[in-house]
């Protein structure tokens, strides 16, 4: 005879689950974004002024709606990037 055994989800709450995922996210996109910032090594890149004032402002686009959101101003916005 063999039994079943049903599973059983262990939901973490709410609380749990936002600091977790907002540390590994926040971790994760400070990391990207150092690694955006590498390419403004000029000795082994070359850009224009123009490219990277459009880096700058993509990225501060993006940090303005990511504040709207945590203040309940939702909005959004494209998520393409192209220089």
């Not at 709410?14 to 977790?20: L, T």
């Amino acid at each position: 005879m063999t039994k079943k055994v049903k599973a059983v989800s262990i939901r973490r709450d709410p609380r749990e689950r936002f600091v977790s995922l907002a540390n590994s996210r926040v971790t994760a996109a400070i990391n990207q974004i150092r690694l955006v910032g590498n390419l403004s090594n000029r000795k082994n890149y070359e850009y224009s002024a123009e490219e990277a004032a459009k880096i700058t402002r993509a990225l501060q686009r993006e940090l303005d709606e990511l504040k709207a959101k945590f203040k309940g101003e939702e909005k959004n916005g494209s998520s393409v990037f192209s220089i």
